[in-house]
């Protein structure tokens, strides 16, 4: 019997390919999808974004609601104040975007429910890029919370992050050879109809697109700018 897996699901371009990739690539059945409503402001576009995804890839899909996160921190994603708009992370965009410990705050949250379960994996959407701005990207925290589990948990399941050696321009790549459906992703921090394409997960996500040929997909996910 396979391995079961939980995918923390934002929505977003990383884990949405990190599904994909473990439901093809990997000895694993991903099973459940966890979709997180901390108050961030994306979090009704985030949330029916998610939906599609799991419905297109046949997982069970739960939300999980912690709404009081955005009282313990301060956030532009929570907060009233804006979201930075810019082509690239300084300290000061990447301290107004970062909520600390979110990450692992989420990765045990999916430990929980792998212990309670019988699920042995939690697919995280961690790549190369967001690595080098934020530490709870990169391997070293997915191989300390690994070793957190064992004395959290009876099970001791593991966090693998198919996506971690990656860039954007790759993760696209990855997405149109095993053809995910980029129509229904949600990346942007903002609220909107349409991705904004001005904030800075806009921006990576538009370029990453172009970069693969895929204006198709910069057509019907980003609001039209004239
Ligand atoms: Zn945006």
Sequence with gaps: MKNKAIILLSGGLDSTVALSYAQKHMDCDVELALT????QKSAENEISASEKIAEHY???H???ELPWLRDITNSSLVSGEEIPTSDFMTSDSMKSVWIPNRNGLFLNIAASFCDSYGYNYIIFGANKEEGLTFPDNTEDF?????KTFEFSTLLKPKVL???INYNKNDIVKIAV????PLEYIRSCYR???KHCGKCESCYHLKEALLANGCQKYVDILFENED
């Design 62 to 64: 739960k939300i999980i």
């Design 58 to 60: 046949e997982v069970s």
């Design 191 to 193: 609220l909107g109809e």
């Design 36 to 39: 997180f409503d901390y108050g």
């Design 142 to 146: 997915r191989v300390a919370i690994n």
């Design 161 to 163: 992050a198919p996506l």
């Design 177 to 180: 050879r095993d053809a995910v």
